[in-house]
């Protein structure tokens, strides 16, 4: 890790396209000597996802490429080796010890191919790098357009494809951008754009990212933080390092589900914990390490207010840690599989059910039926979420005929989870003090809008719900104390030195005798290894 005040980027002249630096008369592609990828893929579980990026691989415009995979096994319970690989797909599967995350598989497929050990031995050096994210898919001419960008743009050193939602088909990311007064990671475009332009970005997703060679090793791998933020800072870095460029290529598109569709649960502690480096790195300053880390203490406070506790403490520890300088390595307190089983969603199938189980308890309890609230956004969006609105039915909590001419229908259908979030703060506080609750309520989670609706809260996610119980008293003492101890740590990454990672370089390569000398290597053969 580096601490202090930086260092500003010196600026390198990266050869041409290809590592081994051919001389300018050297025909390249279709009329020449193929361009050479290296993809690197790092992989936890998801093998029909793996399946299926590789079926797209198999199907690749590969005229006047050749192109090889390195699938890092981040110690899948079942390896990864018995996968579904198309016969032209020429991979090396290389498995390590232990799960070290999307930043230590990348890292380490990354180091493997700089090497030249394994697979890529029997290769001469590879002119890119192409990381995609085992869960990605990508089309017929994702590399092609990628690679065209970079023989065009000499000066970036490091290409994106638009990411587009699986599920909408809306293109949310062409390359990325901070935002200097908050630190957020902001799409640098999106939507439809003109695709003979490149975007410029200050970094790109890894989920599908064409990178020279020689950037790779004039930067090095990636920090060791194990996910969320390793790309990017890797990314800034990178720049800085070689004295190029980033960009989106928006011809190039990539089918990457967008990361708002699934609730996030353990990944809340990286999200918070790496979030400071790629601010440090763009040397934004205190004040905006301040304001970042006021939205995660929000963010805690929230779920407290909502029951989710565990969840709250993720964000604080992740606050405490990062304004300690403790942001590398891969465990998080206390373990991940407990947050992942204290955070499992049950299926909206059984709601209706789960429901009418709690009234039941609460009118032996307290001799009344209980009152039960549906938050309207539900209600709005019962189609989004699969089997909602059939369970809101047989609750009998669908909206009265009439209501999409009512005002409140108009004020709420004009509404997102994400907006009015001052004065839903103000509303939720009021409503704690003073305003008489319902029994029961069924609510998103996590939002100012649901907090302190009722005492016992379905809160609902894009993956199920969950039932949980929140006392006013207690959950107001328990904000308190979430609010002072994420004040202290805001004050203390305001006063914090300005800090990101020392990258570890990339080997040195070496000659092999290909894969089979290699420990924890598999490779698959390919029926042809370089189309043209």
């Given at each position: 890790?580096?601490?202090?005040?930086?260092?500003?980027?010196?600026?390198?002249?990266?050869?041409?396209l290809n590592g081994s630096a051919p001389s300018a008369r050297t025909r390249r592609g279709l009329h020449g000597e193929?361009?050479?990828?290296?993809?690197?893929?790092?992989?936890?579980?998801?093998?029909?996802?793996?399946?299926?990026?590789?079926?797209?691989?198999?199907?690749?415009?590969?005229?006047?490429?050749?192109?090889?995979?390195?699938?890092?096994?981040?110690?899948?319970?079942?390896?990864?080796?018995?996968?579904?690989?198309?016969?032209?797909?020429?991979?090396?599967?290389?498995?390590?010890?232990?799960?070290?995350?999307?930043?230590?598989?990348?890292?380490?497929?990354?180091?493997?191919?700089?090497?030249?050990?394994?697979?890529?031995?029997?290769?001469?050096?590879?002119?890119?790098?192409?990381?995609?994210?085992?869960?990605?898919?990508?089309?017929?001419?994702?590399?092609?357009e990628l690679i065209k960008a970079a023989i065009k743009h000499k000066n970036y050193c490091a290409f994106g494809s638009?990411?587009?939602?699986?599920?909408?088909?809306?293109?949310?990311?062409?390359?990325?951008?901070?935002?200097?007064?908050?630190?957020?990671?902001?799409?640098?475009?999106?939507?439809?754009?003109?695709?003979?332009?490149?975007?410029?970005?200050?970094?790109?997703?890894?989920?599908?990212?064409?990178?020279?060679?020689?950037?790779?090793?004039?930067?090095?791998?990636?920090?060791?933080?194990?996910?969320?933020?390793?790309?990017?800072?890797?990314?800034?870095?990178?720049?800085?390092?070689?004295?190029?460029?980033?960009?989106?290529?928006?011809?190039?598109?990539?089918?990457?589900?967008?990361?708002?569709?699934?609730?996030?649960?353990?990944?809340?502690?990286?999200?918070?914990?790496?979030?400071?480096?790629?601010?440090?790195?763009?040397?934004?300053?205190?004040?905006?390490?301040?304001?970042?880390?006021?939205?995660?203490?929000?963010?805690?406070?929230?779920?407290?207010?909502?029951?989710?506790?565990?969840?709250?403490?993720?964000?604080?520890?992740?606050?405490?840690?990062?304004?300690?300088?403790?942001?590398?390595?891969?465990?998080?307190?206390?373990?991940?599989?407990?947050?992942?089983?204290?955070?499992?969603?049950?299926?909206?199938?059984?709601?209706?059910?789960?429901?009418?189980?709690?009234?039941?308890?609460?009118?032996?309890?307290?001799?009344?039926?209980?009152?039960?609230?549906?938050?309207?956004?539900?209600?709005?969006?019962?189609?989004?979420?699969?089997?909602?609105?059939?369970?809101?039915?047989?609750?009998?909590?669908?909206?009265?005929?009439?209501?999409?001419?009512?005002?409140?229908?108009?004020?709420?259908?004009?509404?997102?989870?994400?907006?009015?979030?001052?004065?839903?703060?103000?509303?939720?506080?009021?409503?704690?003090?003073?305003?008489?609750?319902?029994?029961?309520?069924?609510?998103?989670?996590?939002?100012?809008?649901?907090?302190?609706?009722?005492?016992?809260?379905?809160?609902?996610?894009?993956?199920?719900?969950?039932?949980?119980?929140?006392?006013?008293?207690?959950?107001?003492?328990?904000?308190?104390?979430?609010?002072?101890?994420?004040?202290?740590?805001?004050?203390?990454?305001?006063?914090?030195?300005?800090?990101?990672?020392?990258?570890?370089?990339?080997?040195?390569?070496?000659?092999?005798?290909?894969?089979?000398?290699?420990?924890?290597?598999?490779?698959?053969?390919?029926?042809?290894?370089?189309?043209?």
């Amino acid at each position: 890790m580096h601490t202090g005040n930086g260092h500003a980027g010196t600026t390198h002249t990266i050869s041409r396209l290809n590592g081994s630096a051919p001389s300018a008369r050297t025909r390249r592609g279709l009329h020449g000597e193929p361009w050479r990828v290296a993809i690197v893929i790092p992989g936890y579980q998801r093998r029909e996802d793996l399946e299926k990026l590789f079926l797209d691989i198999s199907r690749l415009d590969l005229r006047g490429i050749t192109l090889w995979s390195i699938l890092v096994d981040n110690n899948s319970p079942t390896p990864l080796n018995t996968i579904a690989i198309p016969a032209n797909c020429r991979v090396e599967h290389y498995r390590l010890d232990k799960n070290t995350g999307g930043a230590g598989g990348f890292s380490a497929g990354m180091a493997r191919v700089m090497s030249g050990e394994g697979l890529t031995g029997e290769f001469d050096i590879p002119d890119f790098l192409w990381l995609l994210d085992s869960d990605v898919r990508v089309a017929k001419r994702s590399l092609r357009e990628l690679i065209k960008a970079a023989i065009k743009h000499k000066n970036y050193c490091a290409f994106g494809s638009a990411l587009v939602d699986i599920v909408t088909q809306t293109t949310y990311e062409i390359g990325g951008r901070m935002n200097p007064k908050n630190g957020f990671f902001v799409p640098s475009a999106m939507g439809d754009v003109d695709k003979r332009k490149i975007i410029p970005a200050e970094y790109l997703a890894a989920c599908s990212t064409l990178v020279r060679y020689d950037a790779v090793k004039k930067t090095g791998l990636m920090p060791d933080i194990f996910i969320h933020g390793d790309d990017v800072e890797w990314c800034l870095q990178m720049t800085r390092k070689t004295g190029m460029k980033v960009g989106g290529v928006p011809s190039s598109k990539a089918y990457h589900p967008l990361w708002s569709r699934k609730f996030q649960t353990w990944v809340r502690y990286y999200t918070t914990r790496n979030a400071y480096a790629p601010i440090d790195v763009c040397g934004f300053g205190p004040k905006t390490r301040f304001r970042r880390a006021g939205v995660d203490v929000l963010r805690a406070i929230g779920q407290v207010f909502t029951g989710m506790d565990e969840l709250a403490e993720l964000h604080l520890v992740g606050l405490e840690h990062a304004a300690q300088c403790k942001t590398e390595g891969h465990e998080i307190p206390g373990g991940m599989m407990k947050i992942i089983q204290s955070t499992k969603m049950k299926p909206y199938a059984e709601l209706a059910a789960a429901v009418q189980a709690e009234a039941a308890k609460f009118e032996q309890r307290e001799g009344r039926k209980p009152t039960i609230y549906v938050h309207p956004l539900m209600a709005l969006r019962s189609q989004d979420l699969p089997g909602l609105k059939e369970q809101l039915a047989t609750l009998n909590q669908l909206p009265p005929k009439g209501w999409n001419k009512s005002q409140d229908w108009l004020y709420w259908h004009h509404r997102s989870l994400g907006s009015h979030m001052k004065s839903d703060m103000v509303k939720g506080l009021l409503r704690a003090l003073f305003a008489k609750k319902a029994d029961i309520a069924i609510l998103p989670t996590g939002r100012p809008t649901s907090w302190f609706r009722a005492t016992h809260n379905f809160l609902l996610t894009n993956d199920g719900w969950q039932l949980r119980t929140v006392e006013t008293g207690d959950a107001l003492k328990k904000g308190t104390h979430a609010f002072i101890r994420g004040l202290k740590a805001m004050i203390g990454l305001y006063r914090r030195p300005r800090t990101f990672h020392n990258l570890r370089p990339v080997p040195d390569r070496v000659p092999t005798a290909g894969a089979k000398n290699f420990r924890n290597v598999e490779v698959k053969p390919a029926a042809t290894v370089a189309a043209m």
